[in-house]
């Protein structure tokens, strides 16, 4: 069982920065792959990023984030984070950590149905 609370939300302005945070419980952490998604108003939720198990594994992005947005983890920490650079007004979403048990990322994973646990999302504004 995994436990994930996001923090580090807020609203900024286009070309901004914000970092988000992902922190969980248990002792498995280390055994989970971990995502990123978001959600805006009236559309489906979407992957944004995720990364493998291991502490510097391999990382995947969606290509609209791609070369702006970084996900990392510290396994020592129990922590995920995503930092968001060069914000665009359609980044504003609702943001979700995911945990989905397993080391390795699988084509599967770009979907919201292959994770376990859900935090309970940070809102993302991005004002023009």
């Known amino acids: 069982q995994v436990q994930l609370v996001e923090s580090g939300g807020g609203l900024v302005q286009a070309g901004d920065s914000l970092r988000l945070s992902c922190a969980a419980s248990?002792?498995?952490?280390?055994?989970?792959?971990m995502g990123w998604f978001r959600q805006a108003p009236g559309k489906e939720r979407e992957f944004v990023a995720a990364?493998?198990?291991?502490?510097?594994?391999?990382?995947y992005y969606a290509d609209s984030v791609k070369g702006r947005f970084t996900i990392s983890r510290d396994n020592a920490k129990n922590t995920t984070s995503l930092q968001m650079n060069s914000l665009k007004p359609e980044d504003t979403a609702v943001y979700y950590c995911?945990?989905?048990?397993?080391?390795?990322?699988?084509?599967?994973?770009?979907?919201?149905?292959?994770?376990?646990?859900w935090g309970q999302g940070t809102q993302v504004t991005v004002s023009s």
């Open positions: 995911a945990a989905r048990s397993g080391g390795r990322f699988y084509y599967t994973d770009y979907a919201a149905d292959a994770y376990h646990y």
């Open positions: 248990g002792r498995t952490f280390s055994s989970y792959v």
């Open positions: 990364i493998v198990s291991w502490s510097g594994g391999s990382t």
